[in-house]
């Protein structure tokens, strides 16, 4: 069974892509600069980040640089489902830098809508064997550098960035 849901009459899944696009593209450009992914694995992410959206399931997701285990550049894109006074952005910015023992981490957050029996039900749609994560996503280490936002209609993502 499929479903999907919307917050409000105000956006449709075609936002809904519209946006993911934007964030597709960031994270093809982060695995490019960086060399700590593949293009397909960037895609593969924003298959599942497209998935969970549209089903109201995705609150925020966090894409971080380490270097030997310290953060050296993050991005977190927030989901808003009230965007409408946003102006959206191209996709780009910061190059991130290509550095010796490179990792990118993504950490995503559901909305409470992700219940076990969604949990069970959307699995199969997943590319990415998604599993929990405690790692700390405050980027307290790094500076806000700025950020983006995505919007369609009155669906976004606020992206917003921190560098060393």
């Known amino acids: 069974m499929s479903q999907t849901t919307t917050a409000s009459a105000t956006y449709t899944t075609t936002d809904i892509e519209n946006v993911v696009r934007r964030v597709k593209a960031d994270l093809i450009m982060i695995a490019n600069s960086t060399g700590a992914w593949t293009s397909e694995k960037a895609a593969e992410y924003a ?3 497209e998935i969970l959206a549209k089903e109201g399931y995705l ?4 894409v971080t640089l380490l270097q030997y285990g310290v953060e050296l550049q993050a991005t977190r894109f927030d989901v808003d489902t009230a965007a409408g006074t946003l102006t959206t952005s191209r996709p780009g910015g910061v190059l991130w830098p290509r550095v010796d023992n490179a990792k990118l ?6 909305t409470s809508a992700y219940t076990d029996t969604a949990r069970e039900a959307t699995r199969k749609k997943l590319k990415i064997g ?3 994560s405690h790692d700390d996503t405050s980027h307290a280490s790094l500076s806000s550098s700025g950020g983006r936002n995505y919007v369609s209609s009155t669906y976004g993502m606020q992206r917003k960035d921190w560098a060393a």
Do not use: Q
């Open 59 to 62: 609150a925020w997701v966090d």
């Open 105 to 110: 981490r993504i950490v995503i957050s559901y």
């Open 130 to 132: 998604w599993t929990t």
């Open 47 to 49: 298959h599942d980040i």
